[in-house]
């Protein structure tokens, strides 16, 4: 069985953080396809959640773009053909690809891969649908 705490370390020696709170790590991705485009950034959210006081769940949350800069309905229809793990939710002004997961039993390649395609995902929309690097 993971705990937080051995997740926590995990995110500590293998990503950047940029925040560090006991029940939230932010950590920055970084992505370069080719060494001739400029590096873009994500910054990923990742939580503890306790649901029923009882199960833990890892929250994995970054944003994309900001709600009034973009057109709603195209985005989750966009997401809805292409995006393979995640949602789209609505948390303040921004437009956020958010995936839980379990923590009880949880393998840190179940942690990784979808880390990465929500990450990526979102990187991807934000630059389709902003043409800017701002998260």
């Known amino acids: 069985m993971t705990s937080w705490r051995d997740l926590a370390t995990f995110i500590r020696q293998q990503?950047?953080?940029v925040r560090d709170e006991p029940?939230?790590?932010r950590i920055r991705i970084r992505f370069q396809s080719d060494p001739e485009e400029e590096e873009r950034?994500?910054?990923v959210v990742i939580a503890r959640?306790?649901?029923d006081r009882r199960d833990?769940?890892?929250q994995i949350a970054t944003p994309f773009a900001r709600v009034d800069e973009v057109d709603v309905p195209a985005v989750l229809a966009e997401v809805g053909h292409t995006t393979v793990v995640g949602g789209v939710v609505v948390m303040g002004e921004y437009l956020v690809l958010r995936h839980s997961l379990p923590l009880a039993n949880l393998d840190l390649n179940e942690f990784v891969d979808p880390?990465?395609?929500v990450t990526s995902s979102a990187e991807l929309l934000e630059e389709q649908l902003t043409g800017r690097d701002d998260y």
Do not use: G, M
Request: charged content about 30%; proline content about 0%; glycine content about 0%.
């Open 115 to 117: 880390l990465a395609l």
């Open 15 to 17: 990503y950047k953080v």
């Open 49 to 51: 959640e306790v649901l």
């Open 56 to 58: 833990e769940w890892i």
């Open 41 to 43: 950034t994500q910054i």
């Open 23 to 25: 029940d939230e790590l």
